[in-house]
């Protein structure tokens, strides 16, 4: 008789249920009904609700300065802008992850994204292969801190400060995460985080970029706003520049979810996590992102596992998250391709964009970047991280499921 739930026996994890996301209750509704009633839906009055929140979440990461934008891809389109990034020039990025973190490259700047590879044990962008990428047109570099894992600044700050290279933190998967007791989103020249839906703090849609340097932060005021300078004239524009400003309901919900993260959410995620992929090293063929005590308190998208078939009988990583999820564990491949291979970096694409300056352009299509391709084709599993709310109970519930998997792997592989 069928023991594996994908082969019709009972399911290992019965009644394990991510909460439903976003989270909201009676207080979120009255925010939003007050701010509907002041008639201030835009953030160009005094007392703006965005600007609370862009002072309380520059406060939370320890950041001088917080200007608050419609969305995270134009949070990293406004940082490129602000720092100089110019047409032309050459960008590093890891080829794993949400494709933002690359277009924004070439749709805010018209640079030209440079992939890198990743580590595997980290799945951020690997230092070593940013030495070996930097060359006299280089000009920056964005790191990923994926799935809320801080990418390595011991080893890249050194390079970018030696190569004179801009660094823009993508941290639209890691609110609050820390490096050595610091936050990220405050190590680079400026960090960029995202509010979309399913981002742990969210406003259906917005972002923020954050920075210690005065001047930075005036760009990015400048040009977030159509070029206008505060407290000089309205119709007076300075640069050619678009408009990113975040809205009213999106700063009064983020104040309030940021409060109810630092207190409810943040650090009991955090242990939870660390409770779930303890007791999966044991099991043994599914690895967390390395552990790294440098790494002091952690923000997550999803939970990244690294799924090893020579531990599972050769079963393949898609048919083992097929009998997870059957099992009641919903999962899934990430971001599934490295981003060389999104049809939108296709020739025709990239020479509708960038100038000729830019040439010559990479050949995204026949790009190989060996543990970016294994990491995406067979590694990567992903949980969504408002699994982590369900307790040590919800992390038991994927334990067993995964544990059920392993003891009955013959029976998986018979019918893989
Ligand atoms: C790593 C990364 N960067 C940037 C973005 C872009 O954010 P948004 O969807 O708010 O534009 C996302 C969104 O998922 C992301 O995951």
Redesign the pocket.
Known sequence: MAKLAINGGPKAAEGFGLPEWPLFDDEYREIVLDVLSSRHWGRLHPDSRVEEFERAYAEYHGARFGIGVS??????ELALLATGIKAGDEVLVPAV??I??ASAIVTGVGAVPIFVDIDPETACISPDAIEKAVTDRTRGVVA?H?GGYPADFDRILPIVHEHDLVLVE?C??AQGSEWKGRKVGTFGDIG?F???E??ALTAG???IVLTDDEELAESARLYHNIGRVVGRPGYQHHVLASNYRMTEFQGALLSTQLERYRQNQFDSKYENYQFLVKELQLLGGIEPQKHDERITGRGF?FIVLRYHSDQFDGVHRDRFMEALNAEGVPCAAGYAVPLYKQPAFKREGVERLLAESARPWPDYETMFLPASERFCAEEQITIRHQALLTGHQGMQQIIDAVAKIKENIAELAATE
């Not at 969305?71 to 990293?76: E, P, Q, V, Y």
Request: aromatic share 16%; with cysteine; proline share 0%.
């Open positions: 969305n995270g891809t134009t949070a990293l992850s949400f933002a973190s990923v994926y993508d639209a998967h960029c995202s509010f979309q399913s981002k849609e917005g972002g998208y």
